[in-house]
């Protein structure tokens, strides 16, 4: 498998429950990124690890919490969530340091907050 | 700091027409810039980067694009449009692990 593989592709949760979002990536990558896509709004960065360190929390609300347990696996966990958490989560990673190295996207996960 | 413009949030051309979605930068430094394609209910997919190799690059699916410092863009072009070029495009920058995108524009081809 190849490329960057996120799970569920699609989630439904109510504001109470507990859930985790699962990306993979097979590219052999150093960096791992989350981003949250909203309808009518630019890609709004939300983690960034390099290394699996932790290197970029812009902001997000602490009921959104990151994992990173190696290099190529990235969580995100989510609980008591509010509807306008409701988007599209993208996960991608790439390769630091190596100049000009693009992101790799993965479908991401459609989650709706009921 | 770092920015991206695109200018124009909606596109519509006809089958066979030329594509062009603009895309202007702020840098102060060279940048390294990119141009990716999102297809309904998929992430970003990567259509081309510039290298500074040279100043016109050309990506999958017959698009290219030209770096003019002058103008600090870095428009996308398409001789002649397909119906499965409808999708949403984004324009951006990168310094380091630091990548900034642009808002997005929306191309549809009509038939």
């Known amino acids: 498998e190849t490329g960057v593989t996120q799970t569920p592709r699609h989630l439904v949760m109510g504001m109470t429950n507990k859930k985790s979002l699962k990306c993979e990536q097979h590219l052999g990558h150093n960096a791992m990124y989350w981003y949250k896509q909203s309808a009518k709004k630019p890609l709004e960065l939300m983690f960034v690890?390099?290394?699996?360190?932790?290197?970029e929390n812009n902001s997000v609300p602490s009921r959104f919490s990151p994992e990173c347990p190696n290099s190529s696996h990235l969580f995100l966990h989510l609980h008591t969530l509010q509807p306008e958490d409701s988007a599209l989560y993208l996960c991608a990673s790439s390769q630091i340091r190596e100049y000009n190295s693009p992101l790799h996207f993965g479908n991401g996960t459609r989650l709706t907050v009921t | 700091a770092q920015s991206v413009t695109q200018l124009g949030s909606h596109v519509s051309v006809s089958e066979g027409a030329l594509v062009l979605l603009r895309c202007n930068y702020s840098s102060s430094v060279p940048p390294y810039l990119f141009w990716y394609v999102q297809y309904p209910n998929q992430g970003l997919q990567l259509l081309l980067k510039y290298t500074s190799a040279a100043t016109l690059v050309k990506g999958i699916n017959g698009f290219e694009a030209e770096f003019k410092k002058s103008e600090t863009s870095f428009h996308l072009t398409k001789p002649s449009a397909h119906m499965s070029d409808a999708a949403e495009y984004f324009c951006?920058?990168?310094?380091?692990?630091?990548?900034?995108f642009g808002t997005g524009t929306s191309l549809t081809v009509i038939p």
């Open positions: 690890y390099n290394f699996k360190e932790q290197t």
């Open positions: 951006a920058v990168s310094r380091g692990n630091q990548f900034y």
